[in-house]
């Protein structure tokens, strides 16, 4: 029994000082981007001061993301993290697809309450928009483990919320 699980990070994990707050035995293994799902924005964070991105099943649609290596150690703090013990977000299981063609299966999260409608990301309504911040920490980890060109213009394409006050993401 292997001792590390896989985690799919399409949000502000993408980014590794992020990840690696809680979650210190996190390693960058790969990246990679799942089917038929695309890439929202839903519920507000009081922590962000935005909506925090989720994935929501879509026909035809792919989402790029970092493919993460964790000790089962830090299972639980990934959990709490991500609000699971407060219904934020639930664990799902997703095959991903790495640029040479390898399947992995990692664990992601999605929001327990998605979307059921889509908007372009450019025009989203304002309760819906993530925080400058967010947005950006989005984007640096997007650039920091070489996404494609056309995914990171799609990121820096999404309207965030111009919140300008203070945030505490300890």
């Known amino acids: 029994m292997s001792?590390?699980?896989?985690?799919?990070?399409?949000g502000s994990n993408l980014l590794a000082k992020r990840i690696r707050l809680n979650n210190s035995t996190a390693v960058m293994r790969d990246i990679g981007y799942i089917k038929n799902f695309r890439l929202d924005f839903q519920r507000y964070s009081k922590r962000w001061h935005g909506a925090s991105?989720?994935?929501?099943e879509t026909n035809d649609s792919i989402v790029w993301g970092v493919i993460w290596e964790l000790d089962k150690s830090n299972l639980?703090?990934?959990d709490q993290q991500e609000g699971v013990q407060?219904?934020?977000?639930?664990?799902?299981?997703?095959?991903?697809?790495?640029?040479?063609?390898?399947?992995?299966?990692?664990?992601?999260?999605?929001?327990?309450?998605?979307?059921t409608e889509y908007i372009k990301p450019v025009d989203l309504p304002m309760d819906r928009k993530p925080s400058p911040l967010y947005l950006r920490m989005m984007i640096k980890g997007a650039q920091e483990?070489?996404?494609?060109?056309?995914?990171?213009?799609?990121?820096?394409?999404?309207?965030?919320?111009g919140y300008k006050g203070k945030y505490d993401i300890r």
């Not at 001792?3 to 399409?10: G, I, K, R, S, V």
């Not at 991105?53 to 929501?56: E, M, N």
Request: aromatic letters at 12%; charged letters at 15%.
């Open 3 to 10: 001792n590390t699980f896989l985690y799919f990070a399409y």
């Open 53 to 56: 991105a989720t994935i929501v």
């Open 76 to 78: 639980s703090t990934l």
């Open 86 to 115: 407060n219904n934020i977000y639930h664990a799902l299981s997703v095959d991903v697809e790495t640029p040479n063609g390898t399947i992995l299966n990692c664990r992601v999260y999605q929001q327990c309450h998605n979307p």
């Open 145 to 161: 483990n070489n996404l494609p060109d056309d995914y990171l213009k799609f990121l820096k394409s999404i309207s965030d919320n």
